[in-house]
């Protein structure tokens, strides 16, 4: 594997070079981080050897941590990575198959938090825009962080730069990473919740505006984006929790994490809103239908009321029976055409009256 070569004597600071992963490597990216500088190494294992060997530790006694990024990473190479980290297999099980609920555990020194990520997805048609989900995992322990990511949401290039832009931050050690990638999600949560919250009012406006529209295909669609956003959303706020209360992470990173925690207490019950609001909103245009439809069958039977008279008086007469009124007479044709005309009209101002037509 290419990422474990022998060691090769990395440059130190920010301004080195960085190493590009295989394009056959699911590894997005990988750092050793000193004292909040990054220095970037031929392979992982240099890293990790970096750190743990303290080659560039021993004058000033700072704090480093190895950090790799992966990307839907199959179970050989996950597996070629635990031993290195001491992943726990359960963890990389979970890493590898995804579809997991958002969690926190821990196994041994090893943290492993997963979180669901989601984004905005242009659609054409009906169908608009839809949420979608993905996930991250995190191993973090007191030396390293490994970022397992699912999806096409949720990139983590952004985030890494902007703590490599603040060598402060970073030297608080890899709790600073996992704060910045909750943070990161969380503010993809409220993004996305603002996006459901302009189609929910376009929904709105749509129902109860004069013109008569069918929205209960965009309504139901809204509800299900709804519910991907409460599953996301609404699991995380006990990791989260629980995550500031560990003893590992600095003081300095859990008033950062309290802080993630109340935007997403926002963004929760922004989620839960949508929900309860769509529901009379659904109702309100399955009245609507219910009335619509009613309107049309009332103008229906009233309209076939009126064609029925003059078929009924026409049929009568078209038994053939010598003694019938006014049949031998010269009048007898007008007078049963002006007599259907005067039923007619007296049946239609009267559905009129009524509102039927």
Request: hydrophobic residues 45%; charged residues 25%.
């Amino acid at each position: 594997m290419a990422l474990f070569r022998p060691l090769a004597r990395p440059l130190r600071g920010s301004a080195a070079p960085a190493v590009p992963p295989p394009r056959s490597s699911a590894v997005t990216d990988w750092a050793a981080y000193i004292d909040g500088q990054r220095v970037d190494t031929e392979t992982v294992a240099d890293a990790v050897r970096l750190v743990r060997d303290g080659e560039l530790t021993d004058n000033d006694g700072g704090m480093g941590f190895v950090w790799v990024g992966l990307h839907e990473p199959d179970a050989a190479e996950l597996e070629r990575l635990a031993p290195v980290f001491g992943l726990h297999p359960l963890a990389v099980e979970d890493a590898v198959h995804a579809h997991q609920r958002p969690k926190l555990e821990r196994y041994d020194d090893v943290q492993f938090l997963v979180m669901k990520t989601v984004g905005y997805a242009e659609r054409g048609g009906d169908d608009g825009d839809l949420v979608e989900t993905g996930e991250i995992m995190i191993f973090c322990g007191h030396d390293f962080v490994v970022t397992v990511r699912h999806g096409p949401h949720g990139d983590l290039d952004a985030v890494r730069r902007r703590l490599e832009a603040d060598p402060a931050r970073l030297a608080l050690g890899p709790t600073a990473v996992l704060h910045a990638i909750a943070d990161h999600v969380v503010d993809a949560y409220m993004s996305v919740a603002e996006a459901v919250a302009d189609d929910i009012d376009r929904v709105e406006e749509a129902v109860f505006s004069p013109e008569r529209s069918d929205e209960a295909r965009r309504i139901y669609r809204l509800k299900r984006e709804v519910i991907q956003l409460k599953r996301a959303v609404g699991p995380l706020a006990g990791p989260l929790r629980s995550l500031a209360g560990r003893r590992f992470v600095p003081p300095e990173i859990k008033e950062y994490l309290r802080d993630v925690e109340d935007h997403l207490t926002r963004v929760r019950e922004q989620v839960e809103s949508y929900d309860e609001l769509l529901n009379p909103i659904l109702h309100a245009h399955m009245t609507q239908v219910t009335v619509a439809d009613n309107r049309d069958m009332r103008r229906i039977s009233a309209w076939g009321a009126i064609l029925m008279l003059p078929t009924a008086v026409t049929g009568i007469y078209g038994m053939n029976f010598d003694n019938m009124p006014a049949l031998h007479t010269e009048w007898g044709y007008m007078a049963v055409l002006a007599v259907i005309a005067v039923m007619c009209l007296t049946l239609y101002r009267g559905f009129r009256r009524n509102g039927w037509l």
